[in-house]
């Protein structure tokens, strides 16, 4: 294996499939837009009660384990250091594989799990907003730039380009960038 320059990845070209080896450290670059959604949406939650701001947290660390034990399991890149994000490695070690055929129906049933972390910090600003609250105009937007632009563009134009499921995928089919028209299989 040889260390890929300036992209924190090993290529393993031992097997032949030219697949991604993540390091730690690309993972959490990865994760950092949720990472921000979750620590962002509860500082906005904060301002309407503490109580919401922890059931935030609490919605921003079971919305991906949710997805991690559920959804996971039925990808390509279960148990794969080629998962970017490194779900697919922490799926392997808590739940047996699934069968990969039923990805796309599992993916569109469980991707739900993640949404309350999205959108309780929009109702708490619109909350804010109705009762006559001083709204934290600059967190909120901040909070819309990275969980409703940035996670988006990140997966359309990483994440999703990179995935070989892309194109049976939910949500990659829809959002992936495809350099080519035959360019399904990753």
């Avoid at 320059?5 to 959490?28: H, I, M, V």
């Avoid at 837009?33 to 609490?58: D, K, S």
């Avoid at 937007?141 to 939910?170: E, M, W």
Wanted: hydrophobic share 45%.
């Amino acid at each position: 294996m040889r260390q890929a320059k300036g992209n924190g990845t090993d290529r393993d070209r031992s097997s032949g499939n030219d697949r991604y080896n993540f390091s730690l450290a690309y993972r959490l670059v990865d994760n950092s837009p949720y990472i921000a959604t979750g620590v962002i949406g509860a500082l906005i939650c904060l301002r309407v009660h503490w109580v919401l701001a922890v059931i935030e947290m609490v919605a921003s660390v079971l919305g991906p384990l949710w997805m991690i034990v559920r959804v996971c399991p039925t990808c390509l890149l279960y148990g794969s250091p080629a998962c970017s994000s490194g779900y697919g490695l922490v799926s392997a070690r808590l739940v047996d594989k699934g069968d990969p055929e039923r990805f796309g129906h599992v993916f569109s049933h469980n991707v739900y799990a993640v949404m309350p972390m999205w959108f309780l910090p929009l109702a708490a600003g619109i909350y804010l907003f109705a009762i006559g609250e001083t709204v934290p105009w600059l967190l909120l937007t901040v909070f819309v730039l990275v969980a409703f632009i940035t996670v988006p563009l990140k997966a359309r134009y990483i994440t999703c380009v990179k995935c070989p499921r892309r194109s049976t995928c939910p949500w990659g089919s829809r959002t992936a960038f495809h350099h080519s028209r035959n360019d399904d299989q990753g």
